[in-house]
């Protein structure tokens, strides 16, 4: 994309974007949402690439949303760095940008909620109690604002991205969900908004999840089908590294995210591990050859 590429659009309200967007679907646009919590990494970037290809004009959303936060502390420290975000999102070519504020989002009397079923009880559900009902609020408000044709996700955020898919389902929301594959560091680490909190001793070791994950891939490709021991191997690779602390790692149906004994067709191991106050989130796509 050039330097030189116009602004995007701002809006703080859902009003205001609406309205836009709105004229944009007159005017025969297919409009992309990209949905984030800004502090843009090439992760979001890619799924803007992504985004380009998949209509006329890419809307990027930058919220940090109260809602689904469970630690007061995460939320504070959590990075907002909008010029930086702006400036990114004018070289991705996006055509707008909606980054309204909590209170705006969340006006004084609001009460509505969406209520996700039983996708987002296990794993990080079980973990951050009230997480997905905050992602499906929230992401339901947003494709209320917008109104896009498709919007897109990352596979990063693999339970989020289940959720989303059968909330557009279940609620008849008419929205091409997209997923895209998880952008990674030369290491393997996935990106993420929260590695720039990591020390950089915890940083160097945070390099144990992808490589837990890969382990569980090649066991799985040398014949273990048994999940108990597939995810033994993973957790002792966490286990091995001392700066980690494993909150799960978990082998799952990849549609229904309920436990497996045997991996007989596809599946998906998923972890989250913390590296002192940081919690990373990683997960990878397993198929036996
Ligand atoms: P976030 O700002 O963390 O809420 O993420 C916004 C979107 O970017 C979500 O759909 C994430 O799944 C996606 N995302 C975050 N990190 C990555 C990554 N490393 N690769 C691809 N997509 C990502």
């Known amino acids: 994309m050039a330097l030189d590429a116009p ?29 984030t919590m800004g502090a843009l990494h090439a992760g979001h970037l890619h799924l803007m ?38 400036a990114a999102c004018a070289r991705s070519g996006v055509a707008a940008v909606y980054a309204p504020t909590a209170g705006v989002m969340y006006p004084p009397g609001f009460q509505t909620h969406v209520e996700p079923g039983a996708l987002a009880d296990p794993l990080e559900g079980a973990g951050r109690p009230g997480h997905f009902r905050g992602v499906a609020t929230v992401v ?15 596979q990063k955020d693999y339970q989020q991205l289940a959720v989303v898919r059968q909330m557009v389902t279940d609620l008849d929301m008419q929205i091409d969900v997209v997923s895209v594959p998880t952008v ?12 720039t909190r ?6 160097a070791a945070a390099v144990c999840v992808p490589q837990a994950l890969a382990a569980v891939a090649e066991a799985l490709a040398a014949g273990t089908r048994d999940v108990a021991a597939l995810e033994a191997v993973g957790t002792a690779r966490i286990a ?7 909150e799960y790692l978990a082998v799952v149906h990849p549609d229904t995210l309920q436990p497996l004994a ?9 972890t989250a591990v913390w590296f002192g106050d940081v919690r990373l989130i990683d997960n990878r796509l397993l198929a036996p050859q």
Not at 68 to 83: E, T
Not at 184 to 195: F, V
């Open 7 to 35: 602004s995007p659009e701002v809006f703080d309200t859902p009003a205001a974007v609406n309205s836009w967007c709105e004229h944009r679907r007159l005017h025969g646009a297919r409009l992309v949402l990209v949905p």
């Open 49 to 86: 690439d992504v985004a380009r290809g998949l209509g006329t004009d890419v809307v990027v959303s930058i919220f940090v949303n109260p809602l689904q936060f469970n630690r007061a502390d995460d939320f504070a420290k959590y990075p907002r760095p909008i010029d930086g975000d702006l």
């Open 140 to 154: 339901c408000k947003l494709f209320g604002a917008v109104r896009p044709h498709v919007a897109v996700f990352g």
């Open 184 to 195: 990674r560091e030369p290491d393997g680490l996935a990106l993420s908004s929260r590695n």
């Open 198 to 203: 990591l020390s950089p001793s915890d940083r």
């Open 240 to 246: 091995a590294e001392r700066r980690a602390r494993l």
């Open 262 to 270: 045997d991996v007989v067709d596809r599946a998906v191991v998923t």
